[in-house]
């Protein structure tokens, strides 16, 4: 069985920074693509950034130049820097880890909230 939580959500002002954090654990030895997914309310699930095994990055162009994706593979865990953030980036952010078995293993989800 595997284990996925996310944290390091929060309520920030904006243009202000958070870093969330994924971690998966129990019954797994190594991951492929890791990657944030966030949904606002109301609206459907989008995809945020993904990293490869190999460490290459894609974004959505609405958070490019603003959102980091790093991973640790020794701690099975994917990092989100995000900074200048904006209100539109209030949401539930989701991180989906995929084993070398295609495999999607999701967490339950961090709440970001961008408001002065």
């Known amino acids: 069985q595997v284990h996925v939580v996310e944290s390091g959500g929060g309520l920030v002002q904006p243009g202000g920074s958070l870093r969330l954090s994924c971690a998966a654990s129990g019954s797994i030895v190594s991951l492929n693509g890791m990657s944030w997914f966030r949904q606002a309310p109301g609206k459907q699930r989008e995809w945020v950034a993904t990293?490869?095994?190999?460490?290459?990055?894609n974004y959505a162009q609405s958070v490019k130049g603003r959102f980091t994706i790093s991973r640790d593979n020794a701690k099975n865990t994917v990092y989100l820097q995000m900074i200048s953030l904006k209100p539109e980036d209030t949401a539930v952010y989701y991180c989906?880890?995929?084993?070398?078995?295609?495999?999607?293993?999701w967490g339950q989800g961090t709440q970001v909230t961008v408001s002065s």
């Open positions: 989906r880890l995929t084993a070398p078995s295609g495999i999607n293993y």
């Open positions: 990293i490869g095994s190999g460490g290459s990055t």
